[in-house]
């Protein structure tokens, strides 16, 4: 749990708020004194052992005992019913009837209508083969599929069929529960539709109403804007504040709504300056960013284009009648300083290396790096690096910059919110879409369609095209490789071992081949392996097992020259 990792809300839940997200990334919670218990080590040899169970004190001071839930209270009054009582002899039986007691009351009023429900289901349960006849649940559907009646008998029913639907859900109490789970589905399809449009022809009719009867007795309309951001006109809801932008409500004709939106904006006139403070005085806390847009305590407010300068990328509040403009330029600074202190402790490394005083050939590489967001191929800087003196290369060092065998990289910018950073401003610069797709993380992957300078972003190198694809590497695993192959090299070649294993675990013999070709080694097969040497050298035979030379006594012709120096030579040495 302590992992990088991502987090959200569901579609519907709306964003998170800059102190949620910033809590859950630095694991700051506050402290729970307590914690609610309920005891699960349930008794079902009768009912009232079962509720004693559930009334058991907790063990320990730091333990609340959960107030009575739902499915305790219906237990309590069906254990008081004779024939329930009866019924519930057993402990198979007392378990039938606490799985009964657990169905949910979706009108939340714990009637006695609830009750008799449970009371029922459980009676035909405890008869026969222990299922709920068919006939009845069809009786009870039809009874609740109605649409004539107000809003609240609709919305009762309403909770009445999502009973049903929970019930339909038990296959162990009917027969072909997934029929009867599409047969609720249509009826609280048919009785939500009924609430919607009575829900709406009541709340238009009444609005309009009331609102044209006030402009017509006073020549204007009141409004307001409430802490949650609803805008009202006369008591009224027209519309809601999303940043510092009003969205209007969907249900209000425009045309006819001019005089209400009149009245909003003077209610906006004061409503806008009082945001704007708010924001300047907000922690970064407050503010997020997600793609291409800024928020600020979960509204939408600017969003990023891109600039000359890659790390600093341009910021644009969003069109809207409200916002003026120099209320607009004061919006842009406070969320222009969030910004740059986001991208600076996301991506240090580049800002350190981009304000490093270098000089020469070191800052033009460190300007190249910092342009390719921290990854470039050896060869595209050969001349830079030929260039670098010692010190040079020193001062590279302590800035994190990584000169390898393959690559050029600057490190620290490889965990998922600095790579997500990265593809961001490098689709500011090139004016591209973000397409949302992560790359799968392999070794190796298929990049026929990836833009080159996204990979360098994510982490990626292409490989020389050899007419078969076009793939890229990852290239910290790369340089691991042409290391490991560098330390192994031989003039008979070196085999594919475990120690590489251990290094690249995961990776298949034919991946592995592709990049030693990529490195410029060949293989070739010797005495059933595959021995891999530096393309265009020869590999050298196996050594043959040497004979002792034999002394043979050299035989010397007496008429030459050499055996007169050989006479004089044994002479000189027995004189």
Known sequence: HMSDGTFGTTMNAGALRGE??????????????????????????????LLKGLEKRPPSPELL?????????????????????????????????????????????????????????FTHLSDGEGRLPSDW?????????????????????????????????????????????????????????ALHDRLT?????????????QLRDRGHLLAAVRKTGEVLVEGEVIGKMSGFKMELDPTIDKEPAKPL??????????????????????????????????????????RLSGSDDLLHPLI??????????????????????????HLRRRLTPLFSLREAALEGAARGLAFQLVESLGLLPRKAVATQLQALSKSDRKALAALGVRLGLTSCSIGGLNRNEARALKELLWSLKEKQELTGENLPGDLLIDAANLPQGLAAALGYLFLP???????????????????????KRKPEGFPLDDSLRGRLPNTENSQLEILLRALGYQGKQQEGQIFWTPRGRKQRAP?????????????????????????????????
């Open 20 to 49: 949620i997200v910033e809590a859950v990334e630095s694991h700051q919670f506050d402290r729970h004194r307590a914690i609610f218990w309920r005891n699960r080590d349930l008794n079902f040899q009768s009912p009232e052992a």
């Open 65 to 121: 005992r959960v107030r009575d839930a739902e499915d305790h209270q219906a237990l309590r009054h069906l254990s008081q019913d004779a024939d329930i009582k009866e019924r519930a002899s057993n402990p198979a039986a007392v378990r039938v009837l606490w799985d009964v007691c657990q169905i949910p009351d979706f009108q939340k009023d714990m009637s006695d209508r609830h009750i008799r429900l449970l009371g029922r289901i």
């Open 137 to 193: 649940i069809a009786q009870q559907l039809k009874h609740i599929d109605r649409a004539d009646g107000d809003i609240d008998l609709l919305a009762q029913r309403i909770g009445q069929i999502r009973t049903w639907t929970y019930v339909s859900h038990r296959g162990d109490w009917l027969d072909d529960a997934l029929g009867w789970q599409e047969k609720a589905r249509v009826v609280e399809d048919h009785l939500s539709d």
């Open 201 to 213: 022809h009541r709340f238009v009719d009444r609005r309009t109403t009331h609102l044209l009867q």
């Open 261 to 302: 939106l009149a009245a909003a904006r003077r209610a906006l006139k004061i409503e806008i300056p009082r945001r704007l403070a708010q924001l300047e005085q907000d922690n970064d806390g407050a503010f997020g960013l997600e793609e291409r847009m800024l928020y600020w305590r979960g509204n939408p407010v600017a």
């Open 316 to 341: 644009v509040p969003l069109p809207g009648e409200e916002l003026e403009g120099g209320a607009r330029e004061r919006l842009r600074s406070r969320l222009a300083e969030w910004l740059t202190r």
């Open 465 to 487: 095209s050899n007419g078969k694809g076009r793939w890229a590497v990852r290239a910290k695993d790369f340089e691991r490789l042409a290391l490991w192959a560098l330390k």
């Open 543 to 575: 050594a043959k097992e040497k004979r002792p030379k034999r002394k043979s006594k050299a035989k010397h012709n007496p008429d030459s020259p050499f055996a007169v120096l050989a006479d004089l030579k044994t002479a000189r040495k027995a004189g």
